[in-house]
């Protein structure tokens, strides 16, 4: 009758005749010998997928038969390898009648078969790590072989061995999931809950542009919290794996997704202190927003992100944007850009010809604070019905001009008008002139 003990007992000294082959005459007739330049991985006869490491030593040798099954079931083809540094990994699929499976032979008298699922021998200057990261193997020091369950790591030093569990995956959290971005780029901090397993973890940053993923950064991460670099608009997604003591990874963590929103203003709109100045009819196109939804100041009615946004009835708005189903939401100011301008003409007593006009404009926003940017259209002076062009001084929110009197007996209208960079009119004034010779006539 067959039991896992017959199996185990009959397996010490079928691997032993093996590994003596392999590690003597068959070790000249491998079909390969090999150390990788970078992270191999290479599928062998019957299936099985080997991956190791940059620095690994390895040989392949001929492949042997053993019973992993029930007596009487066929005998499983095992291909062997020998380990001699770095590490490996086997991906096999999971069954309980495996037809196929993967001796590795490792130094300090370890051995181990991975029979299914995802295994892992580490050969490090100390020990020799096997760890069954989901699947049933075989391990042994010696000829003394143990049955190696599923998520359990076995290491082994100084002829003793010691267990512990696979490392769970982290569970990855940001300070902001969705960033704003609308001059440039941003930079959030990911953070992970701490473990007592965790020697280290492995960060992975992707970018995702519809179904195209780019690995833009890879590196290590020592703390509970990270601090991503600085990022354009787009999507992207952060995973970490958790490497515990002995080198043995965790699978890797559920993505987390971030949004850094970006937008491209019309002409004439503006970034200010956060908030987005356009005019009453300006469309703001939003990037990196495909497939969020959007909401509007403190309405609960969430729809698909339009293509582009604008102000509500030309008022101040506030869009709010949210992955669907999520609570995190990022707010957007849109703002009028309302030019008003203040415009004084003077002196009142003035008469023609004689003094000239001195002209003052001053610009405030729909707050009532001062606009200190050029005006892209200069105030527009008219004398009657022509247009005059004085020359405009321009300091902080003010422009200042002086409109030379004009010759003739009048009388005159001076007029100045002053317009936003839409067109549309801020601010106006006039002034009614007499001739300086009427004036004195009695």
């Known amino acids: 009758m067959f039991t896992r003990g017959n199996l185990i007992a009959g397996l010490g000294l079928v691997v032993a005749q093996a590994l003596g082959l392999v590690s003597t005459a068959a070790a000249s007739e491998a079909p390969s010998s090999s150390k990788a330049t970078a992270h191999d991985t290479r599928t062998l006869p019957g299936g099985a997928v080997l991956t190791v490491s940059k620095d690994a030593k390895y040989e392949l040798g001929r492949p042997i038969k053993l019973q992993l099954s029930p007596t009487g079931s066929e005998k499983t083809v095992v291909q062997v390898v020998k380990l001699t540094a770095g590490r490996v990994s086997v991906s096999l699929p999971d069954t309980k009648k495996p037809k196929s499976a993967v001796l590795i032979q490792a130094p300090r008298k370890v051995s181990a078969v991975a029979k299914g699922g995802q295994s892992l021998v580490i050969c490090a200057s100390d020990r020799v790590t096997v760890a069954a990261v989901s699947g049933e193997m075989l391990a042994a020091l010696g000829n003394d072989w143990k049955p190696l369950q599923s998520g359990v790591v076995r290491s082994f030093a100084g002829g003793t061995a010691t267990e512990q569990a696979v490392p769970v995956a982290p569970k990855l959290s940001a300070e902001k999931s969705m960033l704003m971005a609308l001059d440039g780029d941003a930079s959030t901090q990911v953070q992970a ?164 006009l001195q002209v003052t404009v001053k610009l405030f926003d729909h707050n009532g604070r001062p606009i200190t940017d050029a005006l892209k259209n200069k105030p527009q002076v008219f004398v009657n019905v022509g247009q005059v062009e004085p020359t405009w001084t321009h300091s902080g929110n003010t422009y200042s001009t002086k409109i030379a009197p004009v010759n003739g007996s009048g009388p005159w209208v001076v007029r100045v008008e002053v317009s936003d960079d839409f067109g549309d009119q801020a601010g106006r004034d006039f002034i009614e002139l007499g001739s300086a010779k009427t004036a004195s006539n009695p």
């Open 193 to 356: 809950a701490p473990s007592k397993d965790a020697a280290y973890r492995q960060l992975s940053l992707f970018r995702v542009d519809g179904g195209k993923r780019t690995k833009i950064m890879e590196q290590e991460w020592r703390s509970d919290a990270q601090q991503l670099p600085q990022l354009v608009p787009g999507r992207y997604e952060a995973l970490a794996r958790t490497v515990d003591r002995f080198g043995v990874e965790s699978p890797s963590s559920e993505p987390l997704v971030l949004r850094v929103i970006g937008a491209e203003l019309p002409e004439g709109a503006k970034l200010v202190q956060g908030s987005i100045l356009l005019g009453r009819a300006g469309r703001v196109k939003l990037i990196g927003a495909e497939g969020l939804e959007a909401s509007y100041g403190r309405a609960s009615l969430f729809i698909p992100v339009p293509k582009d946004v604008g102000l509500a009835r030309g008022e101040s708005t506030l869009l709010r944007l949210r992955e669907p189903g999520k609570k995190e939401e990022l707010g957007i100011k849109l703002e009028p850009r309302t030019l008003k301008a203040d415009v004084e003409i003077g002196p009142k007593s003035a008469r023609w010809p004689g003094e000239p």
